[in-house]
């Protein structure tokens, strides 16, 4: 080999070692850049401000059970294009801050952004968490919340509808769900109708509205409680 080859084949030894001296030394390694962090980040949120739940449960994947499991059983049976489209409101206003990848991940938190919205009149600064997925990344604890309706005495789930999505039939995982479970909701302002089938009914002196408007955002949880009676006959 003359000095012409033996000099490239030094040049793209060189180049081949420098690459793998910068991937070592990222945080991370050569993944997913946080260009394609902040991107991902700012697809879920612009589809949360369009009121698409499809868009944005496919770069999130925070309705799974494992990363609710201190908030008990919950329910995906809500989180659909037809209840998320019907909401009175979705967030607006929003700007993604600090976008960086963790040099210390947990399981499902690879990577952190700073983002803020606005919600019905109130402006709210959240931190999400992400997970690697291939060259992108997934939400894994984003601006999902809860909504629990009950009776006063934690009996019994009461049926209610949202959007014309009835919440009978609804499944935590793969088990039915318990007294005070909760149903997840993208971020936004919702209609809650609230029935109460015979043989019961709600109390006379029920002090909670049937039907509300009620605020649903990161991990907040409207709890409706109702008092309830039989009737006789």
Known sequence: MGKRGASVRARRLTGVVAVALLCAGAVGGCGPSTSSLRDDVQAYMDALVAGDASAALAVSDEATQEYWADEG?????????KVFQG?????????VGQVDVLRDPAPGRDARADVS????????????????????WKVTWGL?????????????????EISGVDSAGARCGD?????????LLLPGVYHVEVRVDPPWRLSEFNMTAPSQDV?????KSPGLQFVTERVDG
């Open 73 to 81: 059983p919950v329910s995906a049976h809500l989180l659909t294009d």
């Open 87 to 95: 909401a009175t409101e979705h967030i607006s206003d929003v700007t």
């Open 117 to 136: 919205f606005s919600l019905a009149g109130s402006t709210y600064d959240e931190t999400l968490f992400l997970r690697r997925d291939g060259e992108h």
């Open 144 to 160: 999902m919340g809860t909504i629990t309706v009950v009776d006063a005495d934690y009996r019994a789930n009461l049926p209610f």
């Open 175 to 183: 088990r039915h769900c318990t007294p005070g479970a909760g149903y």
């Open 215 to 219: 605020t649903v955002v990161h991990r």
